[in-house]
């Protein structure tokens, strides 16, 4: 067969992917288990599980075990994920499908933790699944679209540019508020990581009391870290898509009532941070929330000003003013 055929192309890049993906995955539970000292006892305790049925201690034959069927498992899903763009490039209807299967690996694999939670004795968390998920997601994702230049044009259309204008002002958000966080612990005076430590110790582990800011409690930071951004980002693209859908006034009205959803999103969850509040203080987090909201929208209000001033039709995901009108 031809090695420059279509599948040939596509099997050469979902493998590639793949291995990017599988590689991701393998560096966080390293780095996971370092943090712990507690190095390989992820890999080799999900593969005595999975593969065994019954836990074991951390030893290399295990590793080996993990590695080959992990590496096997997401180049198989490297390639589907390949063959899923091919095909939604030449009819978008197969976008849906494409983000099911997407959502699918992410949620499997993490209910699988869940379910076989008393076998692993507590040494692996559902959200450390998680993140290693989101991680493999987010190269794999970036691969694909770095390699096809016009990938997110095909798939989004004129969209493409909106979803990446609230991609970086969810960036912009989540930044703001990791920075105001160590301003104000090191202010403080305590570990520059208190404040994100006890966040992360109440909604990931469901501890009630202060953690104790050692080697042990740096993966629930790093964790809590790769969610934190994920739910900016994806607070940010609906930012992003309801400011490219307003101009004029009507932005700042859409300014105020994005502030006001997002401080109700944060205190949904005031009954679940309330210890972790009292520690902390409504005052820093209610800053931090502000902070971020104002950087998030002067971000898209000056992205959406830049449109304004340009050409509407050159520019994707504009609404003409009545005077462009």
Not at 74 to 103: D, H, K, Y
Not at 182 to 189: A, N, V
Not at 220 to 246: D, K, P, R
């Amino acid at each position: 067969m031809d090695p420059t055929t279509p599948n040939d192309r596509i099997a050469k890049d979902g493998a590639i992917a793949g291995v990017l993906g599988a590689s991701t995955v393998s560096a966080w539970f390293l780095l996971f288990d370092a943090c712990r000292n507690r190095l390989l006892e992820t890999p080799a305790l999900l593969a005595s599980v999975l593969l065994h049925n019954s836990a074991k201690l951390p030893t290399l034959p295990l590793v080996a075990e993990f590695t080959v069927v992990h590496l096997f498992a997401f180049v198989a899903f490297g390639i589907l994920c390949a063959t899923l763009l091919e095909a939604a490039e030449r009819n978008r209807a197969l976008l849906t499908p494409l983000l099911v299967v997407a959502g699918g690996f992410e949620a499997a694999f993490v209910v699988l933790v869940i379910v076989l939670g008393p076998e692993f004795k507590g040494a692996i968390s559902w959200w450390s699944v998680l993140v290693g998920n989101l991680l493999a997601t987010a190269v794999m994702a970036g691969y694909f679209f770095a390699h096809h230049s016009k990938l997110g044009e095909a798939l989004f259309g004129p969209s493409v540019t909106i979803l990446a204008e609230g991609a970086a002002a969810g960036a912009i958000g989540a930044t703001a508020v990791i920075l105001w966080f160590l301003f104000y612990d090191l202010g403080s005076g305590s570990n520059p990581f208190r404040t994100p430590g006890l966040l992360a110790g109440v909604i990931l582990e469901g501890s009630r009391n202060a953690i104790t800011m050692s080697s042990s409690s740096s993966p629930l930071i790093l964790g809590y870290t790769v969610l934190h951004y994920a739910v900016f980002v994806a607070f940010g693209i609906v930012a992003a898509g309801l400011a490219a859908s307003l101009d004029g006034p009507d932005l700042w009205v859409a300014s105020l009532l994005v502030f006001c959803i997002f401080q109700s999103f944060f205190v949904g969850f005031a009954s679940v941070l309330s210890d972790a509040l009292v520690q902390i203080g409504w005052g820093t987090i209610v800053a931090a929330n502000l902070l971020s909201a104002v950087a998030m929208m002067g971000f898209l209000y000056w992205k959406r000003r830049s449109v304004a001033y340009s050409s509407p039709d050159s520019k994707p995901g504009k609404t003409p003013s009545n005077a462009e009108a």
